[in-house]
Structures are given as structure tokens and as C-alpha cells.
């Protein structure tokens, strides 16, 4: 074999070689249940094919002059090559129009269009071997090019203008890595393809169209940032980048978020090591309900769908889900029962934006309504929750928060005690927002450190007034965010800025709620420890409304516990709640706390509470909370 010989072989061995690579990879992923894999798997089998036949011409070449059967080889190996290699510039642009979302929009008249070249050069190809169009042979038996070869370059030629076209025309669609990666490749093929033509002895052709694939399979299918590990579905980010695809291209679809509101309890009777085997087996479910690759694991409790049929499938996969989660799930040999919130919306009827997806899929989700599909005018809270979110911006512009004081006493003589601050929200247009209603929106927004802020300078600035200890308050309880309490440098900033008064910091109780507390005892130990030590002091708030409330007790070492009003309302409507009362507050004395109760609105309440060794009592049989200059013209 000549070097001439030797030479072309060693692009062809090369491109055969790095596509058989990519084909081996993409197989062992599994990544290939989207149209776009597939359309990968197809252009990396054209050029294997085509470097298999360019291997057995080269080789076959030096005796077909003398060999007939040398010659038939060749002749097969040709008619193969031309045959399946006009099919590779049509699936580019079919590749293209996937990667960007534009393939679901292309009617069936449009594909057959985009098709009809590439029908063209495929039939000359096969009729080659009756009229030589595309190519022959010599009386030496040697290969000679004839007029139909150059009307196949100018069809891929076109096909590889289309491709540019579609990725220009939906640029914003497509990711800056996938920009690169089908950039890159372009360049690279083209590159390939303009020297072999120019320079026929260079067989760098199907090098050059085996390297873009390679740049392809390194960037843009692989997708290793955007797959959840435990489930082997797509992450948050992932699902961020389908639906903002979706919606630059144009297309309907229908989105469920489906959030498993009871994951602590179900944690606690698997074991947090096995939740990743419940995760995979949902995820399982889901993957017969719509494609696998619309399948997200958002979060450690949320998953999301998305379906782009029809509204009648979609409602039907909607009543599927709502049926499934009324069923008990069979996990490691235990029964076990998920409590779901499934939201539903189509878009764009529904929601227009991927802002209002994201709004349905992070807002704090309705727990009363698990079990339903949330669907249609049931997701007006969304609404609710992104107005709420724009009065908290505009309450910080524009100065509308107001904190609001409620006196506690005393129980040995009804003497005033101290007050909580409460922090009160009034909006122009949605009026009075509750704090239950808008410090959750201000912790998931990022503001809550904000808010906080202005609850403490407030309170630090009626303290030093004088007003507060000349009518009689041992401190002021001030109400913390766990939120808060997490952030580096929280004990060094609340230093800080309560030192800035030059006030006592026994003055001030920090009030922290024991089913928060919950999510990270550890930091909250370590932080209520360090302030605890500079003298102020802590309160467990709305005792008996969680699931941790030992824990929280002892991991915490609060100084106060604040006995929920469900807690004594439940006492007055009967025997049990009497004894739920009685015990949490014998309980509570003997590990040495002082105890207030919340919801005090009655004679007999006090009556109850002041046999059983009460601390201090809040209520609005003392007072509703009032702004400070009412609470002050109230205390004289």
C-alpha cells in the first residue's frame, strides 16, 4: 500500500474511531429518549458507516485495477457512502431545530419541504449505478466525480445555510454553551468539507464531520448540570431551562408541580438514607405519565411535569395524579402515605411567563389542599402571593411597615410585665397583609434580614426613650427569623447594632418559633448560646404547634416558653385539652422555664392559668397589639 493510501486511511481509521467513541458513550448514558439524541445516534452512524466503506475502498483500491472482486467491493463500498451520506446535512438541520425548540413548530408540510432535497441526492444515489450521474469509473477502474456530486454539496450546502438560519433566528432560545458547541461545529464541519472539495487528496471530510459531533457530545448532549443524581431525572436547573425554551419558541404545554407536604414524618419512618429510593420510586410514576426527560426533581420534596399535548391529556394526567397520591406507596416493605399538593396550569392560557411558572412552583404551598389538583381559579393565591410580594418592595421604598406593641403581665399581680413587638404591614391596595402571610414571602424574597432590621432599630429607639421602664417593662420581646438567626455574622450584627443604643441587653427577649427551630437546632444553639451569654434572653414561641417541641427545648436552652392560645382555648373546650394544658405547664416548671400564654381573654382563663404556676399572661383581655404612641397613652 502506498503512503498516498496509508495517509487516507488514517483520517478515515480517525474519524471512525471518535464517533464510535461518541455512539459507545451516548448508549452507556442512556440519554436517548429525546428526538434530539436520536437525531445524534443517526449522524454518528452516517459517518461510521462512511468511514467503514472510505476504510474498504482504500484498502481495496490497489487490486481492483487487476481483481474483479476487489472492484465490486469498491463499487458496494461507494454506492453505500453516496447512498446514506446526503441523509447527514438534513438531520443537522432537524438536530438544530431540536436543540433550539422549533422542530415541535414545523408542520408536516414544512418537514416533507425541508425533505425534498434531500430525497433528491439520496434517489440520484441510488440510481447512480444505472446512469453514472453522481459518479463512475475510468477504463482503469478509477473514481471520477460527474455533475450530480456537485448538485449534492450544494444540497447539504443549503441544508448547513438552514442550520445557521434556525440557530440565528432562535438564538435566545438556545443556551450560550449549545451557542458554542453548534457554532464550533459548523465551523469545524465546514471546514472539513471545503478542503476535501478543494483539495481532493486531503480526505478530511468525514474527520471534520466526526470532530463536530465530538463537540457536540462534549457540550451540548451532555447533560450532567442538569440531571438529579438520586433520581436520574432533570434538576431545578434543568427544568428552568425547558421552560423558558418553551416559551421563547412559542409552544403550549401544561405544567404540575406536585410538592409532598409530609416529607419530615415520612423521613422519620424510612430513614432520611432511604428517601432517595421513595424519590426514584415517584419518579418512576411520573416517567409513565409523561416523556422521562419532562420529569424534575425540583427540590428535596418537589417535583415538576411538563406535557405538551393536549388539554384533555393533561386533565387526565391531572386526575392520575390526584388518584395515585390517595394510594399508599409500597417502600422497602412499608406502607407509606405521601401528602401532595398538585398544582396544575397550562401555558400560555394560564400563566404567560416563566416568572409566574417559577411563582407557582416556589411559592409557600397551600397544605390544607393536599390530596386536590390545584387547578384553573383554585391558583388565584399566586396572584395573591405575587402582590403580597410587591407590597413588601414598595413597604420598604416608601416606609409602610409599623411595629405594633402587645402588653404581657405579670400573673402575681397583674402588673404590666413587658410587650412583644409585631410587626404590621398596611398596603394601599390589599390593606392590612398579616404577618403569618407576608414573613414567609420576605424569607423566600430575601428581605427578611431587612425587615428585621427595622423591627429592632424600632424597638432598640423606644427602649432608649425611657418610656418602656418608667412604665414598668422588664424588656421587650422581639420576634426572629430562623432565617436570620443562619446568616454569618448574625450574633456579631445584633452586637452591633443593640450597642449602638447603649441599651442593656437584658432588655431585649428574642422570640424564635419552635417549629422552625426545628430545621437546624445546631446553628440556633450555637447562636442563641453566644447571645444568651452578652445577656439577652430567648423565648420559645407558639409552644405545642409543632412536632419538635423537646428537641427545641432542651438543643435550645430558651429561658421562656410561650404556651400557644390553642393550647388554653383547647383547655376550656374539654377534658383532654385540659390535660394537654396542665402537663406542659407542670412539664415546663420542673425544667426550671417561666411561662407565658398567649390568647388570655378571659377572667375563668386567668382563674386556670393561676393554678397551674403561670409566669405571665398576653392577651386582648389586656390589650390588642397597638402602635407605640397608643400603647403608651394606653399605659397612663
Known amino acids: 500500500m502506498s503512503w498516498a493510501y496509508a495517509f487516507h486511511i488514517v483520517f478515515y481509521v480517525c474519524a471512525l474511531l471518535i464517533c464510535g467513541t461518541c455512539l459507545f458513550y451516548t448508549i452507556f448514558r442512556r440519554r436517548v429518549a429525546r428526538l434530539q439524541n436520536k437525531l445524534y445516534l443517526l449522524m454518528l452512524s452516517i459517518v461510521i458507516l462512511n468511514s467503514v466503506c472510505d476504510i474498504i475502498s482504500v484498502i481495496a483500491e490497489p487490486s481492483s485495477m487487476t481483481s474483479d472482486p476487489a ?72 473514481f471520477r466525480r460527474n455533475w450530480a456530486e456537485m448538485l449534492i454539496y450544494v444540497a447539504a450546502a443549503v441544508y448547513l445555510v438552514g442550520s445557521v438560519i434556525y440557530l440565528l433566528w432562535f438564538w435566545n432560545a438556545v443556551t450560550r454553551r449549545s451557542r458554542i ?36 457530545l462534549l457540550i451540548v448532549e451532555n447533560e450532567d448540570d ?11 436547573k434543568g427544568f428552568l431551562l425547558d421552560i423558558r425554551n418553551f416559551i421563547l419558541t ?38 409513565t405519565l409523561v416523556p422521562s426527560y419532562q420529569v424534575y426533581h425540583t427540590s428535596y420534596s418537589t417535583f415538576a411535569l411538563l406535557y405538551s399535548g393536549g388539554k384533555k391529556e393533561a386533565d387526565a394526567i391531572a386526575a392520575n395524579l390526584e388518584q395515585r397520591f390517595r394510594e399508599s406507596w409500597a417502600c422497602l416493605d412499608i406502607s407509606i402515605m405521601l401528602n401532595a399538593v398538585i398544582l396544575y396550569a397550562s401555558v400560555p392560557e394560564e400563566l404567560k ?16 389542599s393536599a390530596g386536590e389538583v390545584l387547578h384553573g381559579a383554585s391558583l388565584n393565591y399566586l396572584i395573591r402571593r405575587a402582590d403580597v410580594e410587591k407590597a413588601l418592595h414598595t413597604g420598604i421604598a416608601e416606609h409602610r411597615f409599623e411595629v405594633y406593641y402587645q402588653p404581657i403581665y405579670r400573673m402575681s399581680d397583674l402588673s404590666l410585665h413587658g410587650a412583644e413587638a409585631l410587626l404590621r404591614l398596611k398596603d394601599p391596595e390589599l390593606g392590612y397583609i398579616p404577618p403569618d402571610e407576608f414573613i414567609p414571602v420576605a424569607e423566600q424574597i430575601g428581605i427578611i434580614d431587612e425587615i428585621g432590621d427595622f423591627v429592632l432599630h424600632e424597638v432598640c429607639q423606644f427602649l432608649q426613650s425611657g418610656i418602656p421602664q418608667e412604665k414598668g417593662m422588664d424588656c421587650i420581646h422581639v420576634n426572629l427569623s430562623v432565617i436570620q438567626c443562619i446568616q454569618a455574622g448574625f450574633t456579631e450584627h445584633v452586637l452591633s447594632l443593640v450597642d449602638s443604643y447603649h441599651l ?28 444568651q451569654s452578652q445577656g439577652f434572653r430567648f423565648s420559645m414561641d407558639d409552644y405545642g404547634t409543632g412536632f419538635s417541641n423537646m428537641q427545641s427545648i432542651f438543643e435550645l436552652s430558651f429561658d421562656v416558653i410561650k404556651i400557644d392560645k390553642s393550647i388554653l382555648w383547647g383547655a376550656e373546650a374539654g377534658s383532654i385539652g385540659k390535660a394537654i394544658l396542665e402537663n406542659s405547664a407542670r412539664m415546663i416548671k420542673q425544667i426550671g422555664k417561666e411561662i407565658v400564654v398567649e390568647g388570655v381573654e378571659t377572667d375563668a382563663q386567668i382563674e386556670l392559668l393561676r393554678a397551674l404556676g403561670v409566669d405571665y399572661l398576653q392577651g ?14 394606653f399605659l397612663s
Open 71 to 142: 472492484f465490486l467491493v469498491i463499487q458496494i463500498a461507494h454506492y453505500l457512502y453516496f447512498s446514506v451520506h446526503s441523509l447527514l446535512a438534513p438531520t443537522l438541520l432537524f438536530y438544530v431545530c431540536c436543540v433550539n425548540g422549533m422542530f415541535p413548530q414545523l408542520s408536516l408540510r414544512r418537514r416533507i419541504v425541508y425533505l425534498l432535497p434531500c430525497l433528491v441526492t439520496v434517489c440520484l444515489a441510488l440510481l447512480n449505478p444505472l446512469n453514472h450521474w453522481v459518479y463512475g469509473y475510468d477504463a482503469n477502474r478509477l
Open 181 to 216: 458547541a453548534l457554532t464550533g461545529a459548523f465551523v469545524i464541519v465546514i471546514t472539513g468539507v471545503l478542503v476535501q472539495f478543494f483539495f481532493i487528496d486531503i480526505k478530511s471530510e468525514l474527520l471534520g464531520e466526526a470532530m463536530g459531533l465530538l463537540f457536540l
Open 226 to 236: 442538569r440531571l438529579d443524581v438520586d433520581t436520574n431525572t432533570y434538576n431545578r
Open 250 to 287: 412559542k409552544r403550549s404545554f401544561h405544567v404540575f408541580i406536585i410538592n409532598v407536604v409530609n416529607t419530615d414524618i415520612v423521613r422519620r419512618l424510612t430513614g432520611a438514607s432511604n428517601m432517595s429510593t421513595l424519590a426514584r420510586l415517584v419518579a418512576s410514576y411520573f416517567r
Open 353 to 368: 411567563t416563566s416568572d409566574e411558572i417559577l411563582l407557582m412552583l416556589d411559592s409557600p404551598f397551600p397544605k390544607s
Open 504 to 531: 442593656s441587653h437584658s432588655l431585649i427577649n428574642f422570640e424564635i418559633t419552635e417549629t422552625l427551630a426545628a430545621s437546624d437546632y445546631q446553628t440556633l444553639a450555637n447562636v442563641v448560646s453566644a447571645l
Open 620 to 633: 386582648y383581655y389586656f390589650s390588642k397589639p397597638i402602635p407605640r404612641d397608643a400603647l403608651i397613652k
